[in-house]
């Protein structure tokens, strides 16, 4: 098994908040990538992540539909989300590491108020610093018999990002829309990784599960489930070629401030991507997210591709 990649092994977790009703409070396309390489690496590493997701497109159901097709008291039109995450681990024993992720968030989003048959036109624009995370991550050096490995991690996300925020007119975006959800959220997560005799590269799987413990202000965001499953197919000394296949479901949101009818998902894509090895401690990488089933709660606005880049770096 690569030394430079061990996906699942790292703790590899599906950790996007995308709402598909409006917003995103932290759009991750795929992966958070808590780590490219095998095994726990003493001291620091410190990684980036960029990424765009553009919800556009209405759907009901499994169905896309159009604006002049629904008559609905809220019309949501698009939630464009540009964001960047930036992560740094730190290894303080041989089998052991904690982390911290750090969101920040550029949002657009606009929909169409219908108040007694008048249509208002309401938009938001913000930049602004969403919930931080923070996760403990165990991962043995020793390999079991047949090149396989795991790792277990676990953790919380905290409500660092605000709630509250308005746009020119003063008027509050919907709780989904927010750049932080109010709640603290246990994050538990656990990942495979098999060298296979018969084929080059490594095989990986991971599956990780978000559980709001509270609601804040009338508002509980959906309990969510990712399993991701993969392939690290190397192309050249350097450069590797991943393909994964993401699925993801999410919970109705709850409470006074929530659209129940019009929150939770359930969703399954095709991820390729490239990592390449800059250096022994410089790592890129590049993915393409594409859904090939999207089924919704009422009428939500869902994405038809997103796309991520990041790098990781470890200090020495």
Known sequence: MKKRYALALAGLVAVGEAQAGCGAAFCSTSNDWLALTQGVAPGWRVWGQMEYLNQNQLREGTDKVSRAEI???????????????????YGFARDWSVGVVLPYSNREHAH??????????????????????????YQPA????????WSLNGGVKLPTGKTDVRNADGDEAERSVQPGTGT???????GLAWAAPAMPGNLFANLSLQLPLNEQDGY???????????WQYP???????????????????????AEPEESGRSEAAVVPGLAYAW??????????????????????????????????????
Do not use: C
């Open 235 to 257: 192309v050249s000394g350097k450069l590797d070629f991943l393909l994964q296949a993401n699925l993801l479901r999410v919970g109705r949101d709850d409470g006074a401030n």
């Open 112 to 137: 169409v108020h219908n108040h007694h048959g008048t249509p208002f036109f309401d938009s938001w624009q913000f930049d602004e610093l969403g919930d931080a995370r923070v996760k403990l991550r």
């Open 184 to 190: 603290t959220d246990l994050l538990l997560g656990g």
């Open 220 to 230: 509980q965001p959906g309990w969510r489930a990712a399993l991701q499953t993969g």
């Open 71 to 89: 008559s609905e008291h809220h019309e949501e039109i698009k939630t464009i989300n540009r964001n960047f995450l930036l992560g740094m681990d």
């Open 142 to 149: 020793r390999h079991h018999a047949g090149g396989v490995a």
């Open 279 to 316: 250096s022994r401690s410089l790592s890129l990488y590049a993915q393409l997210e594409l859904p090939v089933y999207q089924k919704v709660n009422g009428i939500q606005l869902t994405h038809d591709y997103a796309l991520s880049a990041g790098f990781s770096l470890l200090l020495d």
